[in-house]
């Protein structure tokens, strides 16, 4: 897995394909437009919980080395990974220890 981003001027995933590594905006698209993923990688938009009055969307984008992945196994791991990184826990830090502290 590679990083979770947040695009500035981006308001859709085809802008971030464009940008990421092993995946093209023109490769397969969501229904909901919500990801783009190939066999070697994906872009997701991240739904943020009490998105309120954050400007910036959060995009996730993950990518793989080895050539024995599938489009479907893409697609199952951009969800997950952009689910994953949408719970409150990790959007807002809380229950997360920082170095130094808590140990």
């Known amino acids: 897995m590679t990083r979770i981003h947040g695009w500035r001027s981006a308001d859709r995933v085809q802008p971030v394909a464009e940008d990421a590594i092993a995946v093209d905006p023109f490769d397969r698209m969501t229904k909901d437009h919500r990801y783009i993923y190939s066999?070697?990688?994906?872009v997701g938009i991240v739904a943020r919980?009490?998105?309120?009055a954050l400007k910036?969307?959060?995009f996730a984008s993950v990518r793989v080395a080895h050539d024995?992945?599938?489009?479907?196994?893409m697609q199952e791991l951009i969800t997950a990974y952009s689910e994953s990184a949408a719970s409150p826990k990790e959007c807002t830090g809380k229950g997360r220890q920082t170095a130094g502290?808590?140990?």
């Open 56 to 58: 910036d969307k959060l």
């Open 68 to 73: 024995d992945a599938t489009e479907s196994d």
């Open 49 to 52: 919980p009490n998105q309120g």
């Open 101 to 103: 502290k808590g140990a």
């Open 39 to 42: 066999n070697t990688g994906a």
